[in-house]
Structure formats: C-alpha cells, structure tokens
C-alpha cells in the first residue's frame, strides 16, 4: 500500500507543488491549510508534513497535541525561519527533521523517505521485542535471559532461509530443539527433518549410512538402500557432533554442502538433493582446526550462522521458568501428585552449578516428582545427583585412602562418561585423552560396548 502523508500548509500554490511532487514519488496525499483541520486526519496519515507557521495553531503547537496523544506518526517540519533554536525545538519535541525553506524537491522527496524508513525500522524493533515477550517459553524452549531471548530473535531471522546453521553449547543444552525450532519455523516445516547422531555411527558405516548404498556395494548388501540425506530431501538434516566426523566423511559432507550432491556406496551415478543442513557440536571448532582433526573449508560452509547457547549456570534466571515448565510438563506424564514447586525448591536449583545443563535440571525435576509424597515440591524434595566426585583441587596429590590406582582410574572414567551422558568423544575431551585410548582403557574395564 502507498504510504499516506499528510501535507499542512497554508499556501495553495505550494501545498498544490508539494502534492503534486509526492504523488509523483508514489506516495498517496492528504492536504489541510491549518493544523485544525489537520488534526482529525492523523490517525490515518503515515507522516505529518508541516509548515511551522500556520493560522492559529503553529505546526510546532501542533507537534506538541501530536505527541502529548501517544501518537508515534513522524513529523516533518517546514521552515523558512531557519534558525537553530526552531530547529532545536522542533527535535526535542518529536519532529522526525525539518526542511528550511527554500527546498528542492529532491530534498523533499529524501527527507520524506528517510522518516518513513525510521519509522518501519522503529516498528520493526517494536513489534520484535514484543514477540520476544511473548516467546519466553517457545516451542518448548524457556528462556528470559538475554542470551536466551537474543537466539530466539536469531531463529526467526535465520528459520526462513536455507542457510546453514551451526550450534554450539555444552551437552544438554539444548541444540536439538534449537534445530528442530529453526526447522519448523522454515517453509521447509512440513517437510522431513532427518537428525544423524554422528558419534553413534561407527566410522566404517558412516558412509552408507548418511549416503545410502546400491545392492551388492559390500558383502551383505542384499538390496539398494537410500541414506539419511536422500530420506531428508526437500526437508532439513541436522548433523549432532559433527567435530567427531572423521576426516574421510567431512570431504563427501564439504560436497553435499557446496554442490548439493553425492553417490551411493556402490554407484556412479550422481544424485541431486535440496536439503538444508544444521550442524551441532559441543566441541572447539577451532581448536579442531589447529589440531589437524577437521577441515577448515568445511568449518567455514557450515559456519554460515554461529548460534552459541549458553550453558545453564551462565543464565541462571532462566531456572525458575525451566523448573515450572518440567513441572507442569512432568507430573501428568509420572502419575505423580506434584501440582507446583516452591520457591524454596527453586532457591536450592538455583544454588547449583548444573554441569549436565538444562538435561540434567529436567532429570532433577522427574526424579524429585517420582519420590515426592505430597502435591507440593519444597525444598528438601530436590533429589540432586551429589554422587559425582568434586574435581580435586590443583596441588593435592595422592589418591584416596583405600582405593589403588586401577580402581581410581575406572572412577574417573565412569565419572567422565556420566558427565557426558555416554558421549565417548565428550568423556575423551574431558579426561584428555584420545577417543582411541579411551576406547583401549574401556576394553581393559570390559565396557566397551
């Protein structure tokens, strides 16, 4: 729609040249000789052009009724007194900017569109910050914290295109239903969305596995298979833990992202898919990059859009409305009797530092519904999980009375695993070692599977 802007001025030669140059700018025009009988049409004008000296009312006091009515229509002044104090008084009371007399039409046509420009972007701005109001607790996602609420605002900007986006965070932070978030807020929503869980995938079945294979490609290959990309055709894949992607696969991934194509195992023959890729990792990226362990043009394709979700204690507002959330979520489907948590109960979330993220508050909350004998979760109803060992403190030496070096060892190791919810590749980072050595170190426990 054209935008409608009011012109108020008292010379008909003029205000006739004003409108005549508007309309040809391809706006749509309004004409009063007096801010009185202006004023009735504000409500439907997009901007308010204005000369200062009018009958009775001055443009000025007119600006003045304008924003002493709430009303955010941008005001452009029309002066042929071109002095600093009018110009000063104009700005402090709400005039978008002012014309000195004589203007070209030019001017007049920029002026007129540089305001209206301000005005969308305001708009924009407002209209933004009151949905991210309202999407406190979005698609199952709960957050108020500004790290929170500045990824919602990047969801919807990126959720419409097809760009690629990688997630980083902690484990348990969240990055699957970010990435489920951007998919069903995507024209691709009705589409598939394929998640590969890159670490569950043993290296010598990646391939067939993300790419499909044809009948006969290896021994047992009975029938033709497509892969996980060929089932999300059309539609969004999500590669979890793409860091511990071996080297071998991330040249096949660089080209399904730069040429939009791959063969099956077995074939020659070149398939074509459209698929948008998000990409998560928990790991360093870059440190990945230094070591050798990842390619760095495959980092740059699928570092299109960084999103970084910040773990739980670094946003620990948020835990009252993650903790009521659970509730309500949890309770119907335990059978439990639990209908509200305290703030006595959430004091105590609060004061903890959450290793295992958002995950492991929602573990805390359906164990602490399941034992609770009451209707109410208090405080001395959070079941923590204190059973991790504290890190030991730098210095100290020694291992703890009554147990040898294996048995301490097996300790840490099931404690690492456990911090990292089984992930090998994450329990590796955390104890320093290869994934290889502490895959040789599970086999020595008789754990390895």
Not at 26 to 46: M, N, Q, T, W, Y
Not at 412 to 441: E, V
Request: hydrophobic share 40%; charged share 30%; with cysteine.
């Amino acid at each position: 729609m054209k935008k409608q802007i009011l012109i108020v001025e008292d010379e008909d030669k003029l205000r006739r040249i004003l409108e005549l140059q508007l309309l040809d700018a391809g706006f749509a025009v309004e004409k009063a000789s007096s801010a009185e009988e202006a004023l009735p049409f504000i409500d439907r004008a997009d901007l308010v052009l204005t000369d200062l000296k009018l009958p009775k009312m001055t443009g000025l006091e007119m600006l003045q009724v304008i924003r002493r009515a709430d009303s955010h229509v941008p005001v452009v002044i029309m002066t042929a007194y071109g002095t600093v104090e009018h110009a000063v008084e104009a700005m402090k009371s709400g005039a978008s900017d002012f014309l000195l007399k004589p203007f070209s039409l030019d001017q007049l046509v920029a002026v007129v569109s540089k305001a209206l420009e301000i005005r969308n972007l305001r708009e924009e701005n407002r209209v933004l910050k009151e949905e991210l109001g309202r999407k406190y607790r979005w698609d199952n996602i709960v957050g108020r914290s500004p790290g929170m609420q500045e990824i919602f605002a990047t969801v919807m900007r990126v959720a419409p295109s097809r760009a690629t986006v990688l997630l980083a965070g902690e484990s348990g932070v969240g990055k699957d239903l970010i990435a489920r978030a951007i998919h069903f807020h995507s024209p691709r929503k009705d589409r598939p969305f394929v998640k590969i869980n890159c670490t569950a995938l043993p290296e010598n079945l990646m391939e067939s596995e993300l790419f499909g294979y044809e009948k006969g490609a290896f021994t047992g290959a009975n029938f033709s298979k497509p892969g996980k990309f060929e089932q999300a055709d059309t539609g969004t894949v999500m590669l979890d833990e793409i860091g511990d992607v071996p080297p071998s696969i991330q040249v096949k991934l660089l080209r399904v992202l730069q040429e939009r194509e791959f063969e099956r195992l077995g074939s020659n023959k070149t398939l074509h898919i459209d698929v948008r890729v998000i990409a998560a990792t928990n790991r360093d990226l870059r440190a990945a990059l230094e070591d050798g362990t990842f390619r760095e043009d495959l980092y740059y394709r699928l570092n299109v859009v960084p999103i970084e979700i910040p773990p739980l204690r670094a946003r620990k507002e948020d835990i009252p409305y993650l903790a009521r959330h659970f509730v309500e979520k949890l309770a119907p489907e335990t059978g439990g009797r639990v209908r509200m948590i305290t703030d006595a109960a959430i004091d105590r979330l609060m004061e903890y530092s959450w290793p295992g993220n958002v995950r492991e508050l929602e573990n805390v909350i359906e164990r602490s519904i399941v034992m609770a004998s009451g209707d109410k979760l208090d405080a001395d109803g959070i079941r923590l999980d204190m059973s991790i060992r504290p890190r030991q403190v730098a210095g100290e030496a020694g291992l703890p009375e009554g147990m040898s070096l294996d048995v301490y060892e097996q300790e840490i190791i099931k404690n690492a695993l456990k911090q990292a919810d089984g992930n090998k590749s994450h329990a590796a980072r955390i104890l320093g070692l290869t994934r290889n050595a502490l895959r040789y170190r599970l086999t020595q426990m008789g754990i390895e599977s």
